[in-house]
């Protein structure tokens, strides 16, 4: 490998550099990054126009493997990934066996190695209780040891307190985060989408926001008892959750918060289609929690951006509304709806949007920080910012296409990665 990325706008938030420049690499490892480079015998990339930023990485994504392989392989995951312009994945434990002891965290690891020569790499999330239960704690030293880098029983709350405040009094040992799936179970029963004026309409049982924002409420009280713990909301929705945890902030708990693109997106209107892609836990809010999203990104509030990436084969999907799962795929939409809908408003501008997919998503997982500059490695993700296209179910690369975004138009996309001395670069 000797190229030169010629004339690009870098955008590294962990510099804060947002200027043009040449980025010359050889052998993986970059060598010179400034102004006007010459150099000779280098595969010359144009990139004028477009961005060049440290390589995305989504720390919220189901693979489904071991276990569910018919939905989606660490292998299709990862060129799903490595299309939407994703150099890192962290994979939730809702597989089958769950990621709830060191073998598997290690076959899920070792297995992100193999596939695509390594160039999306894979970090597990493990399961903060055995088998997902919420009833007894998970091995977590050795699942640490093993290279998981969060704990969470993803698709379930932690819904016991005491289990709680032992997952949180367990994980500071280790400095490992504590991913909630934020839902008071009690409340949700048989609940499909968000319990309000719509859900009455289209006859649908509903899931109250209040079951999310009592969840998140306990959780704090608890942080607050166990203050060296690092929590962190999955899929925040809600205007009163995303109000608490900014009220935690503010008190000094170390708490942070992840958004999908589909909630910042879509409100629960769009469930009166009645096509099961709009069917998500949590499930589209309303337009004044959309709202209280979009603050909530602009203000530093929600530190990340993620896709809660989550295949589901055409014949699980097109089913009755109610006996649907719940889910869709994000990896390669995530790029295109996060331009289009914050930065080309101006909601947010190009160096905190990439910020939010790169260094506050890698802080929260306690990973690395990547940067462009002489010496380091090539961890990188290119972008044309302006690219218009049309969103096509049929041609996604994961395994499964179940996705509300079909037929829609974005502005922004991924044309390729570079990472572990290996580069994709999208041909169509």
Same mark, same amino acid.
């Given at each position: 490998?000797?190229?030169?990325? #010629?004339?690009?706008?870098?955008?590294?938030?962990?510099?804060?550099?947002?200027?043009?420049?040449?980025?010359?690499?050889?052998?993986?490892?970059?060598?010179?990054?400034?102004?006007?480079?010459?150099? #000779?015998?280098?595969?010359?990339?144009?990139?004028?126009?477009?961005?060049?930023?440290?390589?995305?990485?989504?720390?919220?994504?189901?693979?489904?493997?071991?276990?569910?392989?018919?939905?989606?392989?660490?292998?299709?995951?990862?060129?799903?990934?490595?299309?939407?312009? +994703?150099?890192?994945?962290?994979?939730?434990?809702?597989?089958?066996?769950?990621?709830?002891?060191?073998?598997?965290?290690?076959?899920?690891?070792? =297995?992100?190695?193999?596939?695509?020569?390594?160039?999306?790499?894979?970090?597990?999330?493990?399961?903060?209780?055995?088998?997902?239960?919420?009833?007894?704690?998970?091995?977590?030293? $050795?699942?640490?040891?093993?290279?998981?880098?969060?704990?969470?029983?993803?698709?379930?709350?932690?819904?016991?307190?005491?289990?709680?405040?032992?997952?949180?009094?367990?994980?500071?040992?280790?400095?490992?985060?504590?991913?909630?799936?934020?839902?008071?179970?009690?409340?949700?029963?048989?609940?499909?989408?968000?319990?309000?004026?719509?859900?009455?309409?289209?006859?649908?049982?509903?899931?109250?926001?209040?079951?999310? $924002?009592?969840?998140?409420?306990?959780?704090?009280?608890?942080?607050?008892?166990?203050? #060296? !713990? =690092?929590?962190?909301?999955?899929?925040?929705?809600?205007?009163?959750?995303?109000?608490?945890?900014? $009220?935690?902030? @503010?008190?000094?708990?170390?708490?942070?918060?992840?958004?999908?693109?589909?909630? +910042?997106?879509?409100?629960?209107?769009?469930? *009166?289609?009645?096509?099961?892609?709009?069917?998500?836990?949590?499930?589209?809010?309303? @337009?004044?929690?959309?709202?209280?999203?979009?603050?909530?990104?602009?203000?530093?509030?929600?530190?990340?951006?993620?896709?809660?990436?989550?295949?589901?084969?055409?014949?699980?999907? $097109?089913?009755?509304?109610?006996?649907?799962?719940?889910?869709?795929?994000?990896?390669?939409?995530?790029?295109?709806?996060? *331009?289009?809908? *914050?930065? =080309?408003?101006?909601?947010?501008?190009?160096?905190?949007?990439? !910020?939010?997919?790169?260094?506050? !998503?890698?802080?929260?997982?306690?990973?690395?920080?990547?940067?462009?500059?002489?010496?380091?490695? !090539?961890?990188?993700?290119?972008?044309?910012?302006?690219?218009?296209?049309?969103?096509?179910?049929?041609?996604?690369?994961?395994?499964?296409?179940?996705?509300?975004?079909?037929?829609?138009?974005?502005?922004g996309r991924s044309i390729g990665i570079i990472h572990n001395a290996e580069m994709y670069r999208r041909t169509s």
């Amino acid at each position: 490998m000797n190229i030169l990325l #010629k004339g690009g706008r870098v955008l590294d938030p962990a510099s804060g550099l947002d200027a043009e420049r040449d980025i010359h690499i050889v052998d993986g490892r970059i060598e010179q990054v400034g102004p006007s480079l010459s150099v #000779k015998n280098a595969e010359l990339i144009p990139m004028k126009g477009k961005w060049v930023t440290p390589g995305l990485i989504d720390i919220h994504v189901h693979l489904r493997e071991p276990g569910f392989e018919h939905k989606e392989t660490i292998e299709t995951g990862c060129q799903s990934a490595r299309e939407g312009g +994703f150099t890192a994945v962290c994979c939730m434990p809702n597989t089958n066996p769950a990621i709830d002891d060191e073998s598997v965290a290690r076959y899920v690891r070792q =297995k992100g190695r193999e596939v695509l020569g390594g160039i999306v790499d894979v970090y597990p999330i493990a399961a903060a209780t055995k088998a997902r239960k919420g009833e007894e704690l998970a091995p977590i030293a $050795e699942l640490v040891e093993a290279g998981a880098v969060g704990l969470s029983d993803d698709g379930a709350p932690i819904a016991n307190a005491e289990i709680m405040r032992r997952v949180l009094e367990y994980s500071s040992m280790f400095g490992i985060v504590v991913i909630q799936h934020a839902e008071e179970p009690t409340m949700t029963k048989g609940g499909c989408v968000h319990e309000g004026f719509v859900s009455t309409r289209a006859g649908l049982s509903g899931i109250p926001s209040v079951s999310e $924002e009592l969840c998140i409420a306990r959780d704090l009280i608890l942080l607050r008892y166990v203050p #060296k !713990a =690092k929590y962190h909301v999955a899929h925040i929705s809600t205007r009163g959750a995303i109000e608490m945890v900014r $009220e935690g902030k @503010k008190k000094g708990l170390s708490v942070t918060a992840e958004v999908t693109p589909h909630h +910042f997106t879509m409100t629960d209107e769009a469930v *009166l289609t009645y096509d099961t892609n709009t069917k998500m836990n949590p499930p589209l809010r309303t @337009k004044d929690d959309v709202e209280a999203v979009i603050e909530g990104l602009r203000d530093g509030t929600i530190d990340v951006i993620a896709t809660d990436h989550a295949p589901h084969t055409i014949d699980e999907k $097109e089913v009755e509304y109610t006996v649907a799962p719940f889910g869709i795929v994000g990896l390669e939409t995530a790029v295109g709806l996060t *331009l289009t809908r *914050l930065v =080309k408003p101006g909601i947010l501008g190009p160096l905190q949007a990439i !910020a939010k997919m790169t260094t506050n !998503a890698r802080a929260v997982v306690g990973l690395p920080q990547v940067k462009i500059e002489a010496g380091q490695p !090539a961890n990188i993700t290119m972008i044309d910012p302006d690219e218009t296209w049309t969103v096509e179910a049929s041609r996604l690369r994961s395994k499964s296409k179940n996705t509300p975004f079909s037929g829609m138009t974005l502005t922004g996309r991924s044309i390729g990665i570079i990472h572990n001395a290996e580069m994709y670069r999208r041909t169509s």
